[in-house]
């Protein structure tokens, strides 16, 4: 009970910012999406350096490759974690317009999160990790972010269930999505002496995370900013809400079986991984007519919520060319025999997930970190420079590695030439490569600037 009490909602916690309402959980959620930000900056620095690294062998670096890499991989799904974090508790207190439960319990939960992703990239660095890919840290630090995702459900559920009747569907769905991101997490923390079920857990964060929880807290937010910047109407952009969320947990449960063909898993799973792929496509053909007839319409003004747009159509497009069309290429049965694990899958996993999972993050973060001010006309500028950079870059970065995986998959794979002899001829891809991640960074950076400033201009009005 006194724990309970510890963390439960207190007293007085709103005041105004101009006319709008400031909850404090809005207020934390600004540390939530700074940190991400400040760790994809990280990201993209120690990415470049990795893949330099793949192009000048010799290259002096204090961490070796592998580890750099599982650095960068644990970094792909942990700053969009602690993000889209944040970017819950704003939106979910912006849609119900009332305060969390308990903002003290989202203070702990930031800094578990915060605690526990330092310490896997930190023993990571040290070179101590446990070598199952994507999720390298050891298996302790995953019961930590399990703790923080179990503090944020409770916390999100009581919200919700302090008025019953003011529940939104976009409110319900992103906390849904957090659900399932700690329910999806939680069989990793242990180890299986069956390689089968050891893959097919690890696939529920690398698949289901990515396609069914992140898709759920995505669209939530999507959801609130197209109701409060006007794009669209609230009685059509629920519908499209309704369709999303349904689609995604079908979508996302059944298409996990493009990941499971090659660990051991019944043939049905090639059937249903390839065909139910397709179903993910129809909410984000929707979203794309909504936004259409909504910029046709409606003149967005505010140039913070043009940046935010910016960055959310640069998601929209990635999820249907390199997340939805490329990924249902990639699984057709035959197609997937010749190219499993060559470049085309990095190809993809960069447009799928920074394309998709990664823009919609940003977009929100920056939407959190700039409430209370509106860029200048230069500051704009320089705020739709840095997404021009990191779409060039992206788009350079994955082609290259596109071309390289076509090329790998025909020499090697089809006509057998000896893999070290093919793995010269890829030498210049991944030079174009890296100098798509060098654009990329500096965009990144640049992006990261804005953000900053942003964050600095709105710290003392909160
Ligand atoms: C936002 C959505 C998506 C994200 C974030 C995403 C991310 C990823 C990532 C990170 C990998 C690499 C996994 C590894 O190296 O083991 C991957 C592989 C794969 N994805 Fe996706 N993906 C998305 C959507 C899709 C869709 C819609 C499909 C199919 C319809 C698909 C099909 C595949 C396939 C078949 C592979 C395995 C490739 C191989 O065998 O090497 N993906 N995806
Ligand atoms: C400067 C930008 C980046 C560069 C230069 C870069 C480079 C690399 C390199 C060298 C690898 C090792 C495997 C390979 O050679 O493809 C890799 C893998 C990967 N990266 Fe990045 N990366 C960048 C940004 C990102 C971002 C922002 C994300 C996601 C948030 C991401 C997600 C991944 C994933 C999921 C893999 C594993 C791919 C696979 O399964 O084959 N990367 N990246």
Redesign the pocket.
């Known amino acids: 009970m006194k724990l309970f009490k510890l963390f439960s909602f207190r007293g007085k916690v709103e005041k105004s910012v101009g006319q709008k309402r400031q909850f404090i959980a809005q207020k934390i959620s600004r540390r939530y999406c700074f940190s991400a930000v400040s760790l994809?900056a990280l990201?993209?620095v120690v990415?470049?350096l990795?893949?330099m690294?793949?192009v000048i062998p010799d290259l002096p670096s204090p961490i070796p490759f592998e580890y750099g890499?599982s650095i960068?991989?644990a970094?792909?799904d942990l700053?969009?974690l602690i993000g889209t974090m944040g970017m819950v508790y704003f939106f979910t207190t912006a849609e119900l317009n009332r305060e969390i439960y308990s903002p003290r319990l989202a203070r702990w939960q930031y800094g578990i999160a915060m605690l526990f992703s330092l310490s896997i990239f930190g023993t990571l660095a040290l070179r101590i990790g446990n070598g199952r890919?994507?999720l390298e840290g050891l298996p302790i630090f995953y019961v930590g972010i399990c703790l923080a995702l179990a503090l944020a459900s409770y916390n999100l559920i009581r919200t919700l269930l302090t008025d019953k009747r003011n529940i939104t569907p976009a409110a319900a769905t992103m906390t849904v999505g957090i659900i399932f991101l700690l329910l999806l997490l939680l069989p990793n923390t242990i180890t299986y002496s069956n390689p089968i079920t050891d893959e097919a857990t690890k696939f529920w964060v690398v698949h289901l995370w990515e396609e069914m929880a992140f898709e759920l807290t995505s669209a939530g937010f999507i959801a609130t900013f197209y109701i409060v910047s006007g794009l669209a109407p609230r009685a059509q952009v629920e519908k499209w809400l309704y369709l999303e969320a349904v689609l995604a947990v079908v979508g996302g449960l059944y298409g996990t079986g493009h990941h499971y063909y090659w660990i051991g898993f019944p043939s049905i799973w090639l059937v249903l991984g390839s065909l139910l792929g397709l179903v993910e496509v129809i909410p984000v053909g929707m979203l794309v007519h909504m936004t259409y007839k909504g910029l046709k319409s409606s003149k967005i003004r505010s140039k913070r919520e043009k940046l935010t747009l910016w960055l959310l159509l640069s998601s929209v497009f990635y999820h249907i060319t390199g997340a939805s069309l490329l990924g249902l290429f990639i699984s057709i049965p035959w197609i997937n025999l010749y190219m499993h694990?060559t470049?085309i899958?990095?190809g993809h996993?960069?447009l799928a997930?920074?394309g998709t999972?990664?823009f919609a993050v940003l977009a929100g973060c920056y939407y959190v970190l700039s409430r209370g001010s509106e860029p200048t006309l230069k500051g704009y500028r320089g705020g739709v420079l840095a997404v021009i950079l990191l779409n060039s870059?992206l788009i350079t970065?994955s082609s290259a590695?596109l071309v390289a995986g076509f090329m790998e998959t025909y020499l090697w794979r089809i006509l057998g030439m000896d893999f070290m002899e093919v793995s010269l001829l890829l030498n210049p891809y991944?030079i174009i490569?890296?100098m798509?991640?060098?654009m990329?960074?500096l965009g990144?950076l640049l992006l990261f600037w804005h953000i900053f400033k942003a964050w600095q201009a709105t710290k003392s009005k909160k």
């Open positions: 994809f990201q993209s990415a470049l990795g893949a690294d793949l890499r960068h991989l970094l792909a700053w969009p890919e994507f694990g470049y899958t990095s996993a960069h997930l920074f999972l990664g870059g970065m590695l991944l490569r890296a798509g991640g060098a990329y960074t990144d």
